[in-house]
């Protein structure tokens, strides 16, 4: 049997292809709930899927604020634009928080995976003064030496993993837009997706 | 005695200058609490600053999800990722609703004053059927003859007033962070800023 491509993964699939020449193209705004209550959003970048499935991969800095609101509400939103093709992705779930004290050593091993798929210079900064604390003026700063490419992820460095569960697919060009919902029945997954006005 | 800008608006205007050469510049993503508590997060367009303040206008559907959102937690943070120069703005503060039945005139100007702002066509849409609603396949298209142009704002037309009270700055070119915190005294409104660390 054939793997099927999830209807808006395959949109998704296009977008990211359409928009390739674009450096910001794998870039998007992740909003989450700090402790506070209060939404906080911000640019990160696209990692891939996991594998086959329809999780989405981002890597963070294990010191930023979005892992103490993951960690105390597991619930992000994706909003992803292209600015070439007018396509908006809005992309709802909830998100597993996988650092290096994670008791499960399967993601213990996609972290790594994921460590070591990044470039040393994008690890490198995993190495650099706590992210949103007051710059010292005298900080050493880092430079790739200080990194050995075989060695395995630093404490800083964190994996999410985003699981869809729901996708609202908005094209400007065409003024067409498509929700696509998650459905669980019998332990088989499902999408529905519904036409509905721009 | 001259009006000073508020060192991040000048910063914003800036990026908005060097940027505006992408029709993209001006949108950027707001991310609100729904009413069950899960993050929500879209694309919107900037339709500048209200007269000389630092608040944020935006036009957007009474209709639309935002709307319950803001009603019902009245907090918002924009992610804008200025896509030429590397530069995000992370801009938190209360929203302002203003639809048709508020009681102050003054904010009933101001929606107005939005109204004659935007385009014909983008008023248009504020006429055509409930968004998020499904799509029915014999939908009038509403066009632009529907729409006297000298007709004030429809029913459905809302303005969103947002009043800065963080703003995050960050530049990926020169790898440069700057906090800028609002604080009250003596009813004065000053901002702090800070440079932390990317």
Request: hydrophobic share 35%.
């Amino acid at each position: 049997m054939g793997t099927v491509t999830t209807p808006w993964k395959q949109l998704l699939l296009n977008s990211l292809n359409s928009n390739s020449h674009l450096r910001h193209s794998t870039y998007f705004q992740l909003a989450t709930i700090s402790p506070s209550g209060m939404p906080a959003n911000r640019t990160v970048v696209f990692r891939g899927f996991q594998e086959t499935t329809n999780k989405i991969l981002i890597n963070t800095d294990c010191r930023s604020h979005k892992i103490e609101d993951l960690n105390h509400w597991p619930f992000a939103e994706i909003c992803w634009y292209f600015t070439d093709t007018w396509e908006q992705f809005r992309i709802n779930g909830n998100v597993d928080v996988i650092d290096g004290s994670n008791a499960d050593p399967v993601k213990l091993q996609q972290r790594e995976k994921a460590w070591f798929a990044s470039s040393p210079k994008s690890r490198l900064q995993y190495l650099g003064p706590n992210p949103g604390l007051p710059s010292l003026l005298d900080q050493p700063t880092q430079d790739s030496s200080s990194l050995d490419p075989s060695a395995g992820p630093v404490a800083a460095f964190c994996l999410l993993v985003l699981d869809p569960n729901q996708v609202d697919y908005l094209n400007l060009k065409s003024n067409e837009r498509i929700t696509f919902s998650r459905k669980i029945a019998n332990e088989e997954i499902s999408w529905n997706s519904e036409k509905v006005n721009p």
